[in-house]
């Protein structure tokens, strides 16, 4: 069964950095195109990130540009997500999510998320 | 970016109702429309993709339709297990999310 698994998450003080983690198993890691979206406290949902299944290709919307940075590790079957300035409004549940393949982005599998508290 | 608009936030049902959720994106987006349950505590859970493509192991109450810039998610029979939230999303372009829909029991 795909299962990812999110850690990382916590209490971090506006322009503050951290590091999120996403342990993948149950599918082929290196073949598949990964995200992240958030789901804000009034439960909006707003994709984050997106990486190619090699790595080579990372895509980002404007309110996180230059905040944010994707990466992953097919080797130990991991994707991350750096985050640094953080801001209030970045507060949210982040999941790591599986795109399923080809030209659609969309996602099929979810983990359970990880929560980021930005407060001072 | 392409502006996602569920038009109820939420509406009481009844079990066995038929249930129709619509989305409405600013602009074209080719049927590139994908459904999602979400239920309290819970990530959320893909159930339709290219506006009408029922995911493995999704009841075949659910279907999806529509083109253009309106589409829709309809549930026949509503069940218990159906009580959740529902958003859309499109991915035709710069990847976003209906509001949600929540469906609450009368």
């Known amino acids: 069964d795909v299962k990812l698994v999110e850690s990382g998450g916590g209490l971090v003080k506006p322009g503050g950095s951290l590091k999120l983690s996403c342990a993948a198993s149950?599918?082929?890691?290196?073949?598949?195109?990964m995200s992240w979206v958030r789901q804000t406290p009034e439960k909006r949902l707003e994709w984050v990130a997106t990486?190619?299944?090699?790595?080579?290709?990372?895509y980002y919307p404007d309110s996180v540009k230059g905040r944010f940075t994707i990466s992953r590790d097919n080797a130990k079957n991991t994707l991350y997500l750096q985050m640094s300035s953080l801001k209030s409004e970045d507060t949210a549940m982040y999941y790591c999510?599986?795109?399923?393949?080809?030209?659609?982005?969309?996602?099929?599998?979810w983990g359970q998320g990880t929560t980021l508290t930005v407060s001072s | 970016d392409i502006q996602m608009t569920q038009s109820s936030s939420s509406f009481s049902v009844s079990l066995g109702d038929r249930v129709t959720i619509t989305c409405k994106a600013s602009?074209?987006?080719?049927?590139?429309l994908a459904w999602y349950q979400q239920k309290p505590g819970n990530a959320p859970r893909l159930l339709i993709s290219?506006?009408?493509s029922l995911e493995t192991g999704v009841p075949s109450r659910f279907s999806g339709s529509g083109s253009g810039k309106d589409y829709t998610l309809s549930i026949t029979s509503l069940q218990t297990e159906d009580v959740a939230t529902y958003y859309c999303?499109?991915?035709?372009?710069?990847?976003?999310f209906g509001a949600g829909t929540k469906l609450e029991l009368k």
């Open positions: 999510t599986r795109d399923p393949g080809g030209n659609s982005h969309y996602f099929d599998y």
């Open positions: 149950g599918f082929t890691f290196s073949s598949y195109t």
């Open positions: 990486i190619s299944s090699g790595g080579s290709y990372t």
């Open positions: 602009e074209d987006i080719y049927n590139r």
């Open positions: 290219g506006a009408t």
């Open positions: 999303q499109q991915y035709w372009s710069t990847l976003t």
